[in-house]
């Protein structure tokens, strides 16, 4: 099993370029998530998705777009990259069971000039 | 939403017990504490997690207070390559954002020879 797979693994985009971040699973998770890291901070919550079909919102969506049209599959977009939006993107996943493992990828990072 | 807190940064002799301590004093009955960690900025990996009771697994022991409000992660005999930020979460149940792991800032252990 390869896990969670995140593409890709570096970025640099201009200012108003879009982009779209790809997380597969393939472990059958249903519940699926988009962190970002800042430097020296702790990792913070985009959106997630409870299951194929439907995403929410989580603590700073703002910027960003989802979608999970297939089950192992979560995306992320980016529809006008902001310099603020220079970070390090990670996808996790997991059973929607109490207590169970949440599983993370390796990161994208990005840089927005 | 429960914020945990931790020392920025903590030094550890090789083969010595490693402690890390975590205060999570707003943490609700329901809600998880895991622990993870993460090496040179890869993505976050999976060390213990508990309720109430303490917990041990082939990694690491993990000690929460009868009152929930603090916990130690215990690395039992530290190497070299444990050296890494360890991050104390808080994961809310799954009707809550789909049970999101809330990060805290985190600890670096640095492992000494």
């Known amino acids: 099993n390869a896990g969670v797979t995140q593409t890709p693994k570096f970025r640099v985009l201009k200012t108003g370029q879009s982009m779209t971040l790809l997380c597969a699973q393939d472990?059958?998770?249903?519940?699926m998530y988009w962190y970002r890291q800042d430097p020296g901070m702790g990792l913070r919550l985009i959106h997630y998705s409870v299951g194929e079909g439907t995403t929410a919102k989580g603590e700073v969506p703002d910027g960003y777009n989802v979608s999970r049209l297939k089950k192992q599959n979560f995306l992320l977009g980016l529809e006008s990259a902001a310099p603020s939006q220079t970070s390090v993107y990670f996808c996790?996943?997991?059973?929607?069971?109490?207590?169970?493992?949440?599983?993370f990828g390796q990161g994208t990072r990005l840089t927005v000039v | 939403d429960a914020k945990t807190t931790q020392p920025p940064s903590m030094d550890c002799a090789e083969g010595r017990a490693a402690n890390l301590p975590c205060n999570h004093s707003?943490?609700?009955?329901?809600?998880?504490v895991y622990w993870y960690r993460q090496i040179h900025s890869q993505g976050p990996q999976y060390i213990i997690h508990g309720l109430k009771n303490n917990e041990t697994n082939e990694m690491a022991s993990l000690i929460i207070t009868e009152d929930r409000k603090s916990s130690t992660l215990i690395l039992p005999h530290a190497t070299l390559r444990d050296t890494a930020v360890y991050y104390c979460i808080v994961r809310v149940p799954f009707y809550n954002q789909g049970g999101k792991l809330i990060f805290g800032q985190g600890t670096e252990l640095s492992v000494k020879p």
């Open positions: 996790a996943s997991s059973l929607p069971v109490e207590g169970a493992e949440a599983f």
């Open positions: 707003t943490i609700s009955g329901n809600e998880y």
């Open positions: 472990m059958n998770h249903e519940y």
